[in-house]
């Protein structure tokens, strides 16, 4: 039994060896070396087509995102602002995010559900970059330290998600439905989700923790039916028309009814607390949720070598650091200002901004022609 041992602690070095050998393919001279040799592309041609489509989905959503808060930004400069939705440019936006959306969607049905949802930080990282040029926002140091790592993140991501090609066909999407892993967790799921909804609802309990993870719960659920939803439309392109099992129609319910609930609990999150810490915290959440759900229903690391599970580990890490970088203290950077102008207010006489009060929370008060104002303690204070 001793002489054995060496031998199948050999054996898995050699089969994670192997794994590496398999993402990092190295060809012949002249071929192209590297994760970036022709036999890597042969092998990757859908996943590849899923990666772009999300990237370049991601990336329409960043600048649908800057269009809209510059819409809005060029409506509150308007003496007589007219409503939001009557804006050409909000709508052009709004227009932009759904071709996004639809790009994201379809490379579910390309790629593995472990490769495309972390590729979301470049919703993120995109729109820092696209904020610069559109709203003329600064770039800082940690902007350019978190686009790197998201970008690193994003490198080994795509070498190391598996490599499997699943033809995501409504009988196979019904074997994994029915599966005992996918029953097992949907159970705990539910019971977790009715703990923390009666928390939420009963006790009053408005955690950000609470919310987010509602939010990560529901999305494990959206990610599974837009893979099975997308995949069956695309086998429905390339082989046999799918859309006539009841499976379909059953996914699809649960995707729309899963977003709406997932955007519900997430705009009651952004409403108590600062974007800064619900998006990276939401983008963690989210991308750990999908990755379990793509484990669990489509077993897509099923086989593979620890070492490359590790190295795809460390890639979303990074990628959440990006993201962290990226937002910090992002808002603070607007409310650096002295004072707050108003501008003209129709009927009504303004005779001074508003300054800052550096002794309490408050934007101070209005002047009232007088040579004092009062703090917040109500104790007059000379101007």
Known sequence: MAALAPAGLGDAASAALDELSRNFTYGEPGTG???LSGAWYRRNQSHLLGVVLAILGNL???ISLNIQKYSHLQLARQEHPKPYFKSV???????LMAVGETGNFAAYGFAPVTLIAPLGCMSVTGSAAISVVFLKENLRASDLLGMTLAFAGI???VNFAPNITQAI????VQYFFVGWQFLIYVILEILLFCVLLY???RRGMKHMAILLTLVALLASLTVISVKAVSGMITFSLMDKMQLTYPIFYIMFIIMIASCVFQVKFLTQATKLYSTTVVVPVNHMFFTTSAIIAGIIF????LGAAFLTVFIYLFGCFLSFLGVFLVTRNREKEHLQQSYIDFGNIPGKQILDKIQQDSNGLSYGTLPDGSDSTKSQSGEKKEA
Do not use: D, M, P
């Open 33 to 35: 070396n590297g994760s």
């Open 60 to 62: 329409v959503i960043s």
């Open 89 to 95: 440019l909000w709508w052009g936006g709004v227009a």
């Open 155 to 157: 490198y080994l991501l």
């Open 169 to 172: 066909s409504a009988r196979t």
């Open 199 to 201: 928390f939420h609802k």
């Open 298 to 301: 489509y077993q897509e690391f």
